[in-house]
């Protein structure tokens, strides 16, 4: 029994789509001859609950300790009845803990460890890492693992008995001990199974997410993509196939990359259209790009493969901002990108940052007046949903003098220009301005 596993995700996640973490760790698992199940607590428990507390405004729900304990009078008993038939199933039990679940599933996995003493528990994801809670997690006694990185090899350890996983913290009786990470060889990346997963129940029908590739080249001061996904691996054409045709057999129509930008390099997105262009399915495609290096020949062969939404960060409109983050970004590129795509018929949607320490008055009007200069192309963008955190494994954290920030905390640090109440004022008033532009329909 100890080469089975069953992945769970437990609330609160996004109800969107299938966990695309869960997939790839399955698809990898089963490829390799090991029993690997799926238990989507978190879709159960959104179709059995008030829908409103997985929306983005209420996340503090399940993330503020005070508003989970009154949240944890509600939801309780049926996690608790959750908790006993996940211990009830046979071999490890492997939990993703992202920062809007881990109090679920530190609640779960205590409760399982109460019911199953020796139940066998490994944690991983992006709440995992060396710089959150990933030592805690042992330390604390909620899991005989806790895989600070990729999961794939790690698991693939844990069930061939290695008492010494690879990418894991542990407890021995010296302490607490590490392993080095065994990343996945690009021909390694493997299609995710989306088998076992109650399709229907997922809010966008027909929809499944992908990664084609892991990592990104840039290093944006407020991102951590690089410490998530060191370098960058590309699916080969044979498994991105696969995978393709797996979502097809599961009824999927529109396919959305979760890759952190679909053109890392020159010539990167051509090839991903070129080969998506031999797997002429009908699929809708979106991802996401970065702003830089992309030409109208990309653009429209991107359109030709199917793709018919991309969404590019531009983050600020002040040219200060963008040095400091890091982000080689201009009002000549954001248009240049804005044209493309109306011209091509590929929806645009842009991201922006607002609240980034150095960030003052004058660089969020520089934004505004950047947006209403692109509005003339209809690019969707959408209200944030915070203002700019300090992402723990960002170089921002690594080095918060060089922004002026003045304390440790992540949300609400001081920064160069700006603390957290001027941030939330800024992050309001660029929320009123861009439902303005949304309702007067200049942006969509
Ligand atoms: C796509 C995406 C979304 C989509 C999710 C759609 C969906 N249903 O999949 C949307 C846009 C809805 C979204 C929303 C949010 N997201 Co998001 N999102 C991502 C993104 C870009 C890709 C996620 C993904 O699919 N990755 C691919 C899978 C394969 O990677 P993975 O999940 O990390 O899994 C690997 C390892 O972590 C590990 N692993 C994972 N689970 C397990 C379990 C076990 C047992 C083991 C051993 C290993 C393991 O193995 C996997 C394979 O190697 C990531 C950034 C990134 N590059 O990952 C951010 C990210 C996951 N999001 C993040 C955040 C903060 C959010 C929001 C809170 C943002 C906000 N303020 O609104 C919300 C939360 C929504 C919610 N309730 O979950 C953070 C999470 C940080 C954290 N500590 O938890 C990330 C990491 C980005 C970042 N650096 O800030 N997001
Ligand atoms: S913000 Fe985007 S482009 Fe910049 S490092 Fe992160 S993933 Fe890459």
Known sequence: MGSRITLVMLPCFSPAR?????????????????SALIRDVNIDCFRQFDRSWWHGRRFSLWTDPGRFSRLLKRIGPWLEQEAAILASQPGWLGFSVFSTNVQVVEFV?????ELVPGKRIVFGGPQARPYLDGRRFVQEGLCDFAVYSE???????????????????F??????????????????????????????????AQTFPLMAGRGCLNHCSFCEERRLFPGYRRMTDQV????????????????????????????????????????????AYEGNVQVQGLERSDIRALKKSGFRALTAGIESGSPRVLRLMRKSVSWGKAHTLCRMCCDEGI??????????????????????VLIV??????????PVAAPCAMLSGSAMAADPCRYGILQADTIRFTGARNDYRKRLLMMRLFNGFVLLLKRSGLIR
């Not at 996995?109 to 460890?113: G, H």
């Not at 200069?373 to 959408?382: M, Q, V």
């Open 171 to 204: 407890l021995r009786p010296a302490g607490i001990e590490k392993r080095p990470v065994r990343l996945v060889e690009p021909a390694e990346l493997t299609a995710p199974d989306f088998h076992d997963f109650p399709l229907d129940r997922y809010i966008q």
């Open 240 to 283: 991105l196939f696969e995978s393709l045709d797996q979502i097809e057999a599961s009824g999927g129509k529109r396919v959305i990359f979760s890759d952190s930008v679909l053109n890392p390099g020159a010539g990167a997105v051509l090839q991903l259209a070129e080969r998506l262009a031999t797997f002429l399915k009908g699929f």
């Open 373 to 382: 200069t692109l509005a003339p192309f209809k690019p969707r963008i959408d």
């Open 18 to 34: 299938p966990p695309l973490s869960l997939a790839v760790l399955s698809g990898f698992l089963r490829r390799r001859g090991k």
């Open 347 to 368: 929806e645009l949607k842009l991201n922006f940052i607002i609240g980034f320490p150095a960030e003052g008055w004058l660089d969020l009007l520089l934004t505004m």
């Open 109 to 113: 996995a205590r409760r399982i460890k």
């Open 151 to 169: 999961g794939e090899n790690a698991l693939l350890d844990i069930l061939d008995g290695n008492p010494e996983p690879s990418g894991s913290f």
